[in-house]
């Protein structure tokens, strides 16, 4: 008998490599034939993977921008014919609604709602309700999961009608290896608060550099590194203005795209992530984390789920400045809080955070599919 097929589906390779890997050696350890169908920029190349290019306009919202990749995902799905759709993110989730089951059973990996969940405009929420009910009618059988990384999402997809344990699990986000990050002493000299995030809006960078700019203006010696390249495809990336003025405010330094996290942790003092929303579980906290750094965000979903106010870090109301001057004020003055949070902020990456607490949620939901679906 052939192997089951599992084919996985996001809008661009790059975010598989960098956040699901694990997840698609995990697939073939099982037995699966595993495939993947993204946007393809051969970020994928030596994974071992089979790889099938879509054409999608991920920063897109156009009806027939949509309607086109839908059908797109129909095609690839009647060639492959898969027993297991595995659809990351909220968009691959709705082109894979819109494009029909064709016979498979379904995983909706639900990383956040993104930008459609931070703007708030009338159309946004009309939109998320809508694809809410589709996936409630969709989990209604035994062929479908849904994966979620933080609570309010489940929330949100249940619309307040509960759903039944059995199709919803709780995935650690994309996990981190604690053994590929290896904390280091405090750097001398001013504190540095550091952010390794894309260059998009809903990150809330702009109320670190704001945060930071108050702190100096009262006289603490204190920087801001920032660590990310634009995202030209993303409607939220930043303008070349807002750009400008962070790299021309004092005690700001942006660095790009940085390959050596361990070394830019080691180099700072405390992460922040003051997110506007939108989020599943950042990475970035989890590495974070377990280079034992202390961790400064806010009350977005997924980022309160992860960091314990005053244990692993400090938690501020979102678009607040004046709280996350605070709360960062906080951590530059206290050095036994640093250490002591940043220490528990790894315990906890090792006690539930890992690449392979992350893979094992996603094969025993693969296994309960496969077995509904009575997958050889």
């Known amino acids: 008998m052939s ?48 790889l099938i290019d879509l054409p999608f306009a991920r920063g897109s919202l156009r009806v027939g921008d949509i309607w086109r990749e839908a059908m797109s995902v129909r095609a690839v799905l009647r060639q492959e014919n898969p027993d297991i759709v595995h659809a990351i993110a909220l968009k691959p989730i709705a082109l894979s ?46 062929h479908a999961k849904l994966l979620v990384e933080n609570n309010a999402d489940r929330r949100w997809v249940e619309g307040g009608r509960a759903l039944p344990d059995a199709c919803v699990a709780a995935m650690p986000g994309a996990g981190t290896d604690p053994s590929a990050f290896v904390p280091h002493p405090e750097p001398p000299g001013p504190i540095v608060v550091g952010v390794v ?27 801001l590194r920032i660590a990310g390249a634009a995202d030209a495809d993303n409607r939220e990336h930043v303008t ?33 992530l003051p997110s506007r929303g939108g989020e599943g579980l950042p990475r970035t906290l989890l590495e974070a984390a377990a280079c034992a750094r202390p961790i400064v965000t806010s009350d977005a979903p997924g980022c309160a789920d992860f960091v314990v ?32 949070m940043g220490q528990a902020g790894r315990a906890r990456v090792a006690q539930g955070y890992t690449e392979t607490h992350a893979a094992d949620c996603a094969a025993l939901v ?6 509904a679906w009575n997958l050889g």
């Open 197 to 223: 995030s894309r260059l998009v809006w809903s990150k809330g960078i702009d109320l670190a550099v704001d945060a930071v700019q108050k702190l100096r203006a009262e006289g603490l010696d204190v920087e």
């Open 309 to 340: 106010h005053g244990q692993t870090g400090l938690v501020a109301p979102r678009n607040d400045v004046a709280a996350l001057a605070e709360a960062l004020r906080a951590l530059a003055q206290d050095a036994a809080a640093r250490a002591r």
């Open 97 to 142: 609604l819109l494009a029909g089951g064709q016979g498979a059973a379904r995983v909706f990996a639900l990383t956040g709602r993104g930008y459609l969940a931070v703007r708030g405009a009338l159309w946004t929420r009309v939109a998320l309700a809508l694809l809410a009910r589709w996936l409630r009618a969709a989990l209604a059988s035994d």
């Open 3 to 50: 192997a089951p097929k599992l084919l996985f589906l996001a809008t661009e390779d790059w975010f598989v490599r960098s956040h699901f890997l694990p997840l698609l050696r995990r697939a073939q350890a099982e037995g699966y034939d595993v495939a993947v169908a993204a946007r393809l920029s051969g970020a994928l190349d030596e994974a071992g993977v089979r």
């Open 240 to 272: 070349d203005t807002e750009l400008a003025r962070w790299r021309a405010a004092p005690g700001v330094r942006m660095l790009g795209r940085v390959h050596d996290i361990n070394a830019f942790w080691a180099s700072a003092h405390i992460a922040c």
């Open 366 to 371: 693969w296994r309960q599919l496969a077995a």
